[in-house]
């Protein structure tokens, strides 16, 4: 009789923990962010801090003490490229501080953006040691994505979301009315990586990562579409298009063919594409020929923002000066506010506090200085990750994964940023995103690196050849990723 087949004896807990434990803060706020807490008023979601915060701050101080310690990872200082990339938008958060009509009231804002485009990125980027590291944070980002969606997908079929057209049907999470793209948000981080794992899986992934992230993004697909999110489905269909053209031709027809194939499914056959959704993606196409109260509100909003760069256009009217100025630069077709309702809460009317649009939200405030130093930041990141993808997709066994992850959650963030700002709890995620992509573009592999194995949650990874075999650690091999 042939002998049974088996796989390599699974490592002893204590020895993943040891593996694993390091790079557990990266992933937390990840986790943490579907804890329903918000510590602060209520008035402002840019300043109410979330478990996630927390989290977030934690993992700062968690980097900083190991780099102090000079021991393990995190220990060693970031290479002056990405000090320099990570750094930049320093100069200009400090410069719209200082020169704030009100400095003290300007720090809120200048500690919010220091957390989320410098501290939490360099921190992820320190700790994180090598690719498996990086799918085993992505990989939290789809098991967020599919709690937060199968919630939301439950509010749409029970009625019990935020307020939409007269109905308690929009998709929302845990997030509540008040932070309808919170929830969208995470579904498309989740459905970007999944994207990403189903195309390109890493070299040596078991046999399931393929059929499981391509049910991921599939699944992903109704709770987004119930979001009611019009930049969130633009972002979303841009980033999924870049990453599935980025895996190569034949991979892009075969992934293209398959999303046709699943919208006749779902469209047709389930019905899935209801009259609100279908009048909500028309709409799409008429936000300059017949705009609705919020496309016009964005709008007012937008030429307040330009307004105010225009009266100090070097430096802006300083961190968190939106709504002081916004009423003496926008008309008077601009709403007081977005009336808010449903998901467990009660009629609440949202102020707008910002133009909903982060490019010009940083012209606004920090102006030329500020804008300069943040897009350009961002450009740097965007270009790195770009060009390490296509080194890596020539590379057999190269973790060509991560890239398109990462520079497809960059492309998403890009876009996104036309249509949202900062804000809410999903605002430290941002971070962990941003760390992510500055990892694969500043210090990722290297050419001529390759992956030595998959790295996602639940995944096992092999012990040692034999009980006796000395093993290096893959944190400091050289080339190790």
């Known amino acids: 009789m042939p002998r049974p087949r088996t796989g390599p004896p699974a490592p002893p807990l204590s020895g993943r923990l040891a593996r694993w434990w390091p790079v557990l803060p990266v992933a937390a706020p ?6 329903p807490f918000e510590y602060g008023n209520g008035s402002s979601t840019s300043t109410n801090i979330s478990v996630s915060d927390m989290a977030s701050a934690f993992l700062v101080l968690f980097c900083a003490v190991r780099l102090l310690r000079g021991t393990g990872p995190g220990s060693r200082p970031l290479s002056p490229a990405a000090a320099v990339v990570l750094g930049v938008p320093v100069v200009g958060l400090a410069v719209a501080t200082v020169t704030a009509a009100d400095p003290v009231a300007a720090l809120p804002g200048f500690v919010r953006y220091l957390q989320v485009f410098v501290l939490v990125p360099a921190a992820v980027v320190l700790l994180l040691r090598d690719a ?9 980002f789809v098991v967020l994505a599919l709690v937060q969606g199968g919630f939301g997908v439950w509010q749409y079929a029970t009625r019990s979301g935020a307020s939409y057209m007269g109905s308690d049907i929009r998709a929302v999470g845990t997030f509540g009315p008040t932070d309808v793209m919170g929830m969208a948000t995470i579904v498309a981080f989740g459905m970007v990586v999944a994207t990403g794992l189903a195309l390109r899986p890493p070299p040596g992934a078991p046999r399931w990562v393929r059929p499981a992230a391509t049910a991921a993004a599939v699944a992903l697909v109704l709770p987004l579409a119930f979001s009611f999110s019009r930049g969130s489905w633009i972002a979303t269909a841009v980033a999924v298009l870049a990453v599935v053209l980025l895996a190569g031709l034949r991979t892009a027809v075969r992934a293209l063919t398959a999303a046709v194939a699943v919208a006749v499914v779902l469209v047709g056959g389930f019905g899935v594409g209801s009259q609100l959704i279908t009048e909500r993606l028309g709409s799409i196409t008429q936000v300059t020929a017949a705009p609705d109260q919020s496309v016009t509100d964005r709008y007012t909003m937008w030429a307040a923002a330009v307004g105010m760069w225009r009266d100090d ?7 968190k000066g939106f709504p002081a100025y916004r009423d003496g630069h926008a008309s008077l077709g601009l709403s007081s506010g977005s009336d808010t309702a ?6 609440q009317r949202q102020p707008l506090l910002s133009p909903h649009n982060m490019y010009l939200l940083v012209l606004s405030e ?6 300069t130093a943040l897009a350009g930041s ?26 398109l992850m990462a520079v497809g959650l960059m492309l998403w963030q890009t876009v996104d940023f036309l249509y949202a700002d900062i804000g809410g709890p999903a605002t430290a995620l941002t971070g962990i995103v941003f760390g992510l992509i500055a990892w694969w573009a500043l210090t990722g592999p290297e050419p001529g690196a390759v992956t030595r194995g998959p790295a996602l949650p639940g995944a096992v990874t092999p012990g040692p050849a034999s009980p006796g075999a000395a093993r290096t650690p893959a944190s400091v091999r050289p080339g190790a990723v």
């Open 342 to 347: 449903g998901a467990g809460h009660a009629f």
């Open 313 to 319: 256009p070097a430096t802006g009217v300083g961190l």
């Open 366 to 371: 920090q102006g030329l200085v500020g804008i």
């Open 378 to 403: 961002w450009a740097a990141l965007l270009a790195g990750g770009a060009r390490r993808l296509f080194s890596a997709r020539r590379r057999s066994g190269a973790a060509a994964d991560c890239g």
């Open 30 to 35: 990840v986790v943490l962010l579907a804890v």
């Open 132 to 140: 498996r590291d990086f799918r085993f944070v992505a990989g939290f």
